[in-house]
């Protein structure tokens, strides 16, 4: 899944479009026809278009604070110019929710959350869910998109998909263990439509209903 976030927000970054507001509620994943997840991402609303041409308006100022506090990148909380390394932040801490059910900066206050987001070190999604077998690798990934300075961090979503990859490919398909806690997987937002399949029963196929009146001549029916 976060593969496929990566990918579109790759695409977006490509176009000059930098999201501003990456959040779980901003992540539709829609089951297909052949039961596989299909990412979509939500809400360009207070995007910025990263163009010479481009005059910013009221919410694209520099100096403006936009976004989600739990989301944010620190140069998004100072107020500074951002650029796709911000939304890559904000995509590592929805890859550390989804690996604990915790957000990174767990703070009862947005003000609060913007001070631990800008002064406070990341607890390893390990020591915050020491009872999860979280591998190491992942938890790597995670801990570098949420680094406090953008040229630490991953430069481009494909660098950060290729990461993410390659620790997929070293696990070679063994399960993650399962939170106690809501299912991860459920974090990131389902589609009404997905929710209710998920929820209804599975009813069995009506039968036809038997005949019961006289006789009825095809040719007569036809005509």
């Known amino acids: 899944l976060m593969s496929q976030v990566l990918s579109a927000m790759d695409a977006a970054h490509a176009g000059g479009i930098i999201h501003r507001d990456l959040k779980p509620d901003n992540i539709m994943v829609e089951t297909m026809r052949d039961g596989k997840d299909f990412i979509k991402l939500l809400d360009f609303g207070v995007a910025q278009i990263k163009a010479p041409d481009v005059v910013a308006g009221p919410l694209t100022m520099q100096g403006a604070i936009v976004g989600t506090p739990q989301y944010m990148s620190p140069e998004q909380v100072m107020g500074d110019a951002v650029d796709g390394r911000s939304d890559l932040f904000a995509l590592g801490a929805i890859l550390y929710e989804l ?53 630490l961090r991953y430069q ?15 696990l070679d398909g063994s399960a993650p263990a399962r939170s106690s806690e809501q299912p991860a997987q459920f974090i990131l937002k389902r589609s009404k439509r997905a929710k209710r399949k998920a929820e209804e029963p599975e009813q069995p196929a009506p039968r036809p209903a038997a005949h019961t009146g006289p006789p009825v001549d095809p040719v007569a029916r036809s005509e």
């Open 156 to 170: 481009t979503a494909l660098e950060f998909r290729a990461a993410l990859e390659d620790v997929g490919r070293k």
């Open 99 to 151: 690996l604990t059910c915790h957000i990174p900066f767990d703070k009862p206050k947005a003000h609060a959350i913007m001070i631990a987001i800008l002064k406070e070190e990341v607890v390893p999604p390990s020591a915050r869910r020491p009872d999860l077998n979280i591998d190491a690798g992942l938890e790597s990934v995670a801990l570098r998109a949420l680094n406090k300075k953008a040229d």
